[in-house]
């Protein structure tokens, strides 16, 4: 079946500009996650939803940043005004609650900052 | 203190050879622990989860030790497929919330 999938899979933008990543989870997956993986580095956990609502947001770096999740379905995460430091590959997962916490990955959104 | 740490490596191992790998973790109250494979520019995937009575899947077997908080890998038999990036990752609390490690980079050389 059809796997976690976002896009776009590249991003090129200038510092100050707005951005929006999405992911689409796998059908029926409950839970989805956003994570940002800089280079050489390890995931850093941004948010979590449980269908459309996030009880978690403890990992977003700032104000810049925010995720919405409707339908309990796909998700967007924005990030305004981009810094450099915003540079990242973007991963998202979805995991079904059955699978106690085996995460599910998208390829991510590999986002440059300029 | 982070909150899972995993000595980052490399690991260069001849084909054949038996590695292994720890993670450690600084919530004790964690309550499950797993083990993803990442390749070079790809997505984490799901090598393992970790049973309190430790686990083996082919030539992977994992084991957790509560007591001292510490996690472990070992592949036996390394194959060049093997090279990788694993990362350790742990629920603190239980819910859906993960923290993973940074990863232990693995190079199996011919």
């Known amino acids: 079946g059809a796997g976690v999938s976002q896009s776009p899979s590249n991003k090129v933008t200038e510092k100050g500009k707005d951005v929006e990543l999405r992911c689409d989870p796998i059908?029926?997956?409950?839970?989805l996650y956003w994570y940002r993986q800089s280079l050489g580095q390890g995931l850093e956990f941004l948010i979590y939803?449980?269908?459309?609502?996030?009880?978690?947001k403890s990992g977003l770096p700032s104000d810049r940043f925010s995720a919405e999740r409707t339908g309990g379905s796909v998700s967007t995460l924005t990030i305004q005004r981009t810094q450099q430091e915003d540079s990242a590959v973007y991963l998202c997962?979805?995991?079904?609650?059955?699978?106690?916490?085996?995460?599910?990955f998208g390829p991510g959104t590999r986002l440059t900052v300029l | 203190r982070k909150e899972v740490e995993q000595d980052p490596g490399p690991f260069n191992v001849p084909e054949g050879a038996t590695v292994a790998f720890n993670c450690t973790y600084s919530?004790?109250?964690?309550?499950?622990f797993f083990w993803y494979r990442q390749d070079c520019r790809k997505e984490p995937k799901l090598l393992m989860s970790?049973?309190?009575s430790g686990n083996e899947d082919g030539r992977f077997t994992a084991q957790l030790n509560r007591a001292s908080q510490y996690i472990s890998l070992l592949i036996r038999d390394s194959k060049l497929s093997d090279s990788a990036t694993y990362l350790c990752?742990?629920?603190?609390?239980?819910?859906?919330?993960?923290?993973f490690g940074a990863g232990t980079r693995l190079f199996v050389k011919a």
């Open positions: 997962a979805s995991s079904d609650q059955s699978s106690y916490n085996e995460q599910f």
């Open positions: 059908s029926g997956h409950t839970a």
């Open positions: 939803f449980q269908g459309n609502s996030a009880p978690d």
């Open positions: 919530n004790s109250a964690s309550q499950s």
């Open positions: 970790v049973y309190s």
């Open positions: 990752v742990v629920n603190p609390a239980g819910g859906f919330k993960t923290i």
